[in-house]
């Protein structure tokens, strides 16, 4: 039965339908949400400074394409997993760029299509786009990860931590602590000082940098939910 249930996740029209539907509901979300962005002025910021590298947790990343604005171009780092297909499905019919790979625990690039999607985001920082990606070791909650800081460092491009979270939302008992957005409610996106990595940095200032990250998207995040649960709107637990 698990075989069976496998085969019909990746036959390609399943996936496609998935993606759809994923991106549909979305929308929803943001359409029948009230939003509010910190800083105010936040894509006034950005803007002389594009290309940058939206850095987020995993599990709080949902929501991340509505961060983009009509004039922007933008790619999102997504895993060559099955489960990463539907993402990169929905992603792409949201107006967002995807580059397949991952990272490895310890900093390791080579794996899982790495190397080459490490060469493919420097690309697409070099003709215009914005990347986007998760910065945490993966199957590690909330700890970052040196890719991204060695993304930045190589590229010259600045790393804005980002975070978004809704007022409704359910939040799951599983490694990166997803929380699935649910719709009529409050909404934060929440950007932290950008990060600026010199291309001169060594081993020790990249481990300084990297805690950075780490201590941005914490705060961002741990901002986030203030907003939209300040008048008491609490979580569902699942």
């Not at 509901?25 to 894509?43: C, G, M, N, Q």
């Not at 006034?44 to 604005?69: N, S, T, Y």
């Not at 359910?170 to 009529?184: K, Q, T, V, Y």
């Amino acid at each position: 039965m698990a075989s069976f249930s496998r085969r019909i996740g990746e036959a390609r029209g399943v996936q496609i339908a998935l993606g759809a539907a994923a991106a549909g509901y979305l929308r929803l979300v943001w359409k029948t949400s009230r939003f509010a962005i910190e800083p105010p002025d936040f894509y006034q910021r950005v803007r002389l400074d594009l290309p940058v590298i939206i850095a987020m947790w995993h599990g709080q990343h949902f929501m991340m394409p509505f961060v983009k604005r009509a004039e922007h171009r933008v790619k999102v780092l997504i895993s060559r997993h099955r489960d990463g297909e539907i993402n990169a499905l929905a992603d792409e019919r949201l107006g967002v760029g995807v580059v397949r790979g991952s990272g490895h625990p310890g900093g390791q690039v080579a794996r899982k299509g790495g190397v080459t999607a490490f060469r493919a985001m420097l690309a697409a920082l070099d003709e215009g786009y914005t990347m986007a990606l998760t910065a945490d070791v993966p199957k590690i909650s909330r700890i970052c990860g040196l890719g991204i800081v060695k993304l930045a460092r190589r590229s010259g491009r600045a790393i804005y931590p980002v975070a978004v979270a809704t007022s409704r939302r359910i939040e799951l008992a599983n490694w990166d602590r997803s929380a699935l957005n649910l719709p009529f409610g409050r909404g934060a996106i929440v950007a932290g000082d950008p990060i600026r990595i010199p291309q001169d940095a060594d081993d020790d200032a990249l481990e300084s940098y990297r805690l950075a990250v780490e201590a941005g998207l914490n705060r961002a995040t741990e901002r986030a939910y203030a907003v939209v649960d300040a008048r008491g709107a609490g979580a569902h637990r699942g």
